[in-house]
Each structure stands twice: as C-alpha cells, then as structure tokens.
C-alpha cells in the first residue's frame, strides 16, 4: 500500500468522542470532500440509532452501531477503524476488528496498555497485514484526502500548516504534540507534507519508523522523508539499515530528541513510555550521530531543522524532482451554526418540486406515470422502491381492510361523534383510537408468533402448546362467522394473489399447517384477514431482501398496523359522511340495550 489513504477512504469510530469526529468532518468539508470521513460510530451503551454532525453549515447523520461486527457489517467499505476506547479495552476492540477483518488499517489512541498485550496484538495485526497505528498516537494524515481525529489540531492551524493539500515530505514522529509543529515547519519552509503517521509514544507500537518510512519510499507523492525519533528504543538502526542497503533511496532528513539525557546523572523518562534509554545505542546522541555518518541529513540541533528542510526541499525543486503546488480551492466552515430541531429523512419540499424518497411528486402521481399508492407507500414508509408485485399486493391490502360494516367498534365511534356535530377529522379520530390489540392489532401479532414459531422450527403441535403456556389465543386464528364450509373470500383472495405473484410463501404455508391443526378441533379456528395480512407481510419482506431484524423491527414499531389504520381511515371517513349526508341526529343508544345492576351503595 503506497499510499495509507486516499479522498474515499472511511473509517469506523469506536467510542463516540464527538469532538475528535466533528473536526474530522470539518477537514473533509474544507477539503471538499465527496462523502464523510467517518462511515458510522461504534456506541456499545447508546441507545440512539444516530448522531448528528455538521458538515460545514448543514448536518448529517451518522448511523451509530452496539459493536464492530455490527457497523463492518453494515459499511463494509469502511476500511480504517478508529479506536478511542480506553486502555482497559482497547486491546480486546482491536482483536475483534482483526478477528472481523475488512481493516486495512487501525488506529489505537489509548496509551498504558499492557506491553505483553501490545506485543501481540502488534505481531496479529502484522500476521494479517493490517497496519497499526499507536497505541498512545493523536494518528495520520494523508493532506487533502483524509485526516485521523484530531492530528493537525483545529482547522485553522491545518489550513496555516498547510495540511489541506498534499506537499512533498513524508513525516513520521513519536510524539503527536510535534507532529503538529514539525508540519508547520516543513510549510514555513518548504511546501508541505504528503503523507504523515505519529507512531505513538508507547514502548511497543504497531508500525515502527522503518514500516512507514518504506511505504513512502514506494510513494510517488512523498519526495523527501523527515523522522522525528527520541531518546530510547533502537528503531532508528533499522532506518540507517535500509538507507545503507538501498532500500531507502529518497533523501532523510532526521533527528532525535532527548539529546540533553547525557546531562543527568540516572536514566530519564522523557514523557512517552518509550522515551527511556536502556543502552549507550539507545540515547539519542548515540542514534542522531549514526544517522549522520549513514548520509542521512541530520541537524546540530532541533534549531536547525528549518534550515535543512529548506535546503532539501529547494534542492529537490531545483532538479525538478519537486513541482510547483496550485493551491486548491477549499471551502470554509462557519464560526457559528445551528443544530436543526428535526429530521425528515424521506421527503424534502426546499426544491422547485416536493420529493418523496427523492422523486418528484409529479412522477409518481398522475396514472401515466404507471404508480399507485402502493409506489408512494413503499418510498414514504420504507424509503425503498418495490417492484409491482409488492405494491400492488399492498394495494390489495389496503382495499380488503377499508371497511367492515357500520357495527365493528372504530366505525360505531365515527360514526357516534359525527351525529354530536363534530369535524371529519374529530369523528375520524376517535374511530381511529378504537385501533390497538383488539382491534387490527392481530395482524401484528399474528406476524411476531408465527415468525418467531417458523424462524424457531417449531412443528404446529408446538406452537399450539406454545402459545397455550403464554396463556394467549393465537393472533390471526378465528373467525366469528367464517369457517372451512363458508371461506372468507378476502382471505382467499389474498391467498390467491400470493400464491400467482409472490417469489415464496414460506410463511404462508407454514400457518396453513396450523390451520389444519386448529380446524381440526373446531372449524371456524381458521386463518383469518389479519393473520393472513400479517404472514404475508413478512414473507414480501423475506422476498426483498430484509434481514430477519429489520423484519422484527417493523413487527415491533407498529408497520403492519399502519396499513390497517391507512385501510380503515378510508371506511370511517365513508361511515362520518354517510351520517353528515343523512343529516342524522344525535345518538343516544336505548336503555333497553344496557344492563342496569345497580345496589345501593355500602355506607362505610
């Protein structure tokens, strides 16, 4: 891999540290980035589905996920995983997403994990050729395509050190703090960097300096190198090792840190874990002179660095090997915005037309066209586009459950409220409250007990017994007029259908094994309109390709129902103006109707 990362490069983010992904997608906004940065956010203990971010003025979403298998799943083209979570168990974040696979590349911000646990981790991650960076590191850039967190620091001093478009030097550091005043440097005195890794400040790190530093040798982009290293630790010798070979041919400029170490009189740590010398090879005095004597440029002290910068970049740029840069044009983010109060994810009217799922209303509406309602349900309710089979059978749906008589309980409601003189909308509303587990709310049940009874294997002497212990009749079984001698039609129209239009009706034909067994025993227990409907749903779902928890997840928000109460409102606004047209009185109903058991009250 040449290049760590290009302008489509995304990550996943464990651990939702807003801060850090908020500047991330305010690089991406400057850089006039295609598609953000950061795909979703691993959030084990949210509860939220999303979060919200800005994008220079406006917002997005990003989908937030309970753990990392969950979210490669989800964007697999994610390829970076980011992992701020804590040292305790960072580590076991990291297993995982190699055990997942899909990264090419991880980032571990948390510093103090246990060496013995670093070590491995590291040689897993090199097993399966996936880099790491850290642990204990701010993380990476690749200038003008994607950015790692907070590296770089705020947009302002990225765009001043010039971090917003690819320049020439390839930097690696330890340290993350002077990874950031290195990259002002090199463009105070040169053009930039194309490619930057902070390391980390641990002991043991997933990719050392000569791992890097080997990659932008094989870059085109990067034509110069500059390492920062520090006192402690020996990988600096694996540099002077393939510069001397050949391996390295680019120009190094180098230089360790810690060199003031020789003035104390007992070992220092100077802030990382690796900052501490073991040996006379490891101080930096010791590792700065043998870069030197290996041809690599190093200074007489971090004073000079800017003078060496200058005077390699502008060799390079003499010899043509370094071109001139046109700087692009970037865009700038907002000193102040406004979070928005509400979402709408399905249809937008800021447009010379009003959408639905983004189509234009116009090209769904009028007959030419070729769409019903059935079009539009399926872009407003599930933001898909389903084939006719599929909205023509929801279009059935929606005609067989329209009405059923004026006697059911939300037309009687209706059609009560409209003789006391209120609106279509106050009649309408109060038949539609009548809605719930008694009354349409079988077809949701029916669809959750006999997929969890197929999805479980249950046989239907099985589910029976089942549904006998959780003390509950089974939804969707019964009739009180219908039986096998007297068919209800509308069940067997939408039986019919099914069987001429549907891909398969797994579903289906496992209620109608239970359906033999329950007629056996009384003939009107026969699958009725709601259990039909419910089952059918399911199995148009398995049909288009939704997961068994996205099926789940419509039982459960209450779907099914929405096309009872769509279906229904049509035959309770028929019920209210058939009594506005009879101009009918108020109702009372007859005391000859009503049971009057009323004792005369126990005096306490």
């Not at 023509?392 to 459950?401: G, H, M, N």
């Not at 409209?418 to 719930?436: C, F, H, N, P, Q």
């Not at 259990?531 to 068994?548: C, F, N, P, Q």
Request: proline residues 4%.
């Amino acid at each position: 891999m040449a290049q760590l990362y290009t302008k489509d490069t995304q990550a996943i983010f464990w651990n939702n540290n807003s801060s850090a992904i908020q500047r991330m997608l305010d690089y991406d906004y400057t850089i006039k980035r295609k598609k953000p940065s950061v795909a979703g956010i691993v959030a084990p203990t949210s509860s939220s589905k999303f979060e919200k971010f800005f994008y220079g003025p406006d917002e997005i979403m990003i989908p937030l996920y309970k753990n990392s298998a969950e979210a490669k799943a989800a964007q697999p083209q994610a390829d970076v995983l980011l992992n701020f979570a804590s040292f305790r168990t960072a580590y076991d974040v990291t297993m995982e997403a190699l055990e997942i696979g899909g990264f090419k590349s991880i980032m571990v911000t948390a510093e103090g994990i246990p060496e013995r646990l670093a070590r491995k981790m590291n040689a897993t991650a090199k097993a399966k050729n996936v880099i790491v960076i850290g642990p204990a590191t701010v993380g990476a850039i690749v200038p003008g395509a994607f950015k790692i967190a907070n590296i770089g620091g705020t947009i302002e001093n990225i765009v001043q050190s010039k971090l917003h478009r690819a320049g020439s030097c390839g930097l690696v550091t330890r340290s993350g703090g002077l990874f950031n005043e290195l990259s002002n440097i090199i463009a105070i005195n040169a053009d930039g960097i194309a490619e930057g890794v902070a390391i980390g400040g641990d002991r043991f790190v997933g990719s050392v300096f000569i791992d890097n530093l080997l990659r932008m040798e094989a870059n085109p982009e990067v034509k110069y190198m500059l390492l920062l290293g520090e006192v402690g630790g020996t990988e600096e010798y694996k540099v002077i090792e393939a510069v001397k070979s050949g391996k390295i041919k680019k120009p190094i400029i180098a230089w360790c840190i810690g060199t003031i170490a020789k003035y104390y009189d007992s070992g220092v740590q100077f802030g990382h874990a690796g900052a501490s010398a073991n040996g006379d090879m490891e101080t930096a005095e010791a590792k700065n002179k043998a870069m030197k004597e290996a041809g690599i440029h190093v200074p007489a002290s971090f004073n000079n660095l800017p003078e060496i910068i200058s005077a390699v970049h502008h060799e390079l740029h003499a010899e043509g090997i370094i071109k001139d840069i046109k700087e692009p044009a970037t865009n700038v983010c907002p000193s102040v915005r406004k979070s928005k109060e509400f979402i709408c994810t399905i249809s937008d009217d800021r447009g010379d037309e009003a959408t639905y799922a983004g189509f234009p209303i116009s090209s769904l509406a009028t007959p030419d066209t070729g769409k019903g309602i059935g079009d539009v349900i399926s872009l407003l309710w599930f933001k898909k586009q389903y084939p006719k089979w599929a909205t023509d059978f929801i279009e059935t749906v929606i005609k067989t459950v329209a009405d059923h008589g004026p006697a059911v309980s939300g037309a009687h409601n209706a059609k009560v409220t409209a003789r006391a003189g209120k609106s279509v909308v106050e009649s309408l509303v109060t038949g539609l409250l009548t809605i719930g587990p008694r009354f349409g709310g079988a077809i949701d049940d029916a669809a959750k007990y006999f997929k969890y009874a197929n999805d479980n294997k249950l046989s239907p002497a099985d589910f029976l017994n089942h549904m006998k212990k959780e003390g509950i009749p089974i939804p969707g079984i019964g009739h009180r007029i219908k039986s096998l001698k007297n068919p209800d039609l509308r069940v067997e129209g939408l039986k019919k259908y099914a069987a001429k239009s549907f891909p398969a009706t797994p579903l289906l034909d496992y209620a109608l094994t239970v359906e033999q067994l329950t007629t056996s025993k009384k003939e009107n227990l026969i699958l009725n309109v709601d259990g039909t409907i419910g089952i059918l749903m399911v199995d148009m779902w398995r049909a288009l390709g939704y997961s068994e928890d996205e099926i789940s997840e419509f039982i459960s928000s209450g779907t099914l129902n929405s096309f009872f109460i769509v279906g229904r409102s049509i035959g309770f606004i028929g019920h209210v103006l058939d009594e506005k047209r009879l101009a009918m009185p108020m109702y009372r109903h007859p005391m000859t109707d009503i049971l009057y058991d009323v004792q005369v009250a126990e005096e306490i």
